[in-house]
């Protein structure tokens, strides 16, 4: 998820942090989801995932971590040419989504129940970090459990991300007409109670 950025710059040692935070709600990886879809030649729309990601809830803000070395497209040749032309994993190995989700609010919501909210949020990568707005679901899911899911795409630009020279490396490595720069992305991530 997503939010302003005191955070964005100092990786996954804030986030561990973050995350040890007394009363904090930790993220299920195994139960969560990260999703995006790219488009090439105008036409061939393909979804992808990230396999590893980390996150918590504390205080009023959330925050995930994605390892951008977890991304699978299915192709194994793509992968590395996203870890390596792309995302440069060596350099850049986590992307930083953060976003306001009150505790309290998730703390309120009775088993079964469930808001829809908007979220003014941040996304971080590389040496680059963009605003977000991002409609969401926050839905209790037994005593201990919420999940956080988009209600739609979230559209996020290549070229905001400084993601456009890697993308013209990628489409000109395959032989491409041209990789769409806009890219939705969606997400189902559970967080559990301390």
């Known amino acids: 998820m997503i939010r302003l950025g005191k955070w964005v710059a100092v990786g996954s040692m804030a986030l561990a942090s973050f995350s ?10 195994g139960a ?4 995006f879809v790219t488009v090439k030649n ?3 729309a393909e979804t992808h995932e990230f396999l590893e990601f980390s996150g918590a809830v504390a205080a009023d803000e959330a925050a995930v971590a994605i390892a ?3 991304v699978e497209t299915l192709i194994p040749i793509r992968n590395e040419r996203m870890r390596e032309m792309l995302f440069e994993v060596a350099r850049f190995p986590e992307a930083i989504l953060t976003a306001p989700v009150a505790r309290e609010t998730l703390e309120a919501l009775a088993p079964g129940e469930s808001v829809e909210q908007r979220l003014r949020g941040t996304l971080s990568l590389k040496n680059s970090t963009i605003p977000l707005e991002i409609a969401v679901r926050v839905s209790r899911q037994g005593p201990e459990a919420v999940r956080v899911e988009s209600l739609g795409p979230v559209m996020v630009s290549a ?3 400084g993601l456009a020279t890697g993308v013209e490396a990628l489409r000109a490595i395959a032989g491409l007409n041209s990789i769409t720069p806009m890219v939705p992305v ?5 967080f559990r109670a301390p």
């Open 20 to 29: 040890a935070q007394a009363a904090s709600w930790a993220l299920d990886e």
């Open 68 to 70: 951008l070395g977890s």
């Open 159 to 161: 070229e905001q991300l």
């Open 32 to 35: 969560s989801s990260v999703h």
């Open 42 to 44: 105008a036409v061939i």
């Open 186 to 190: 969606s997400f189902s991530l559970l």
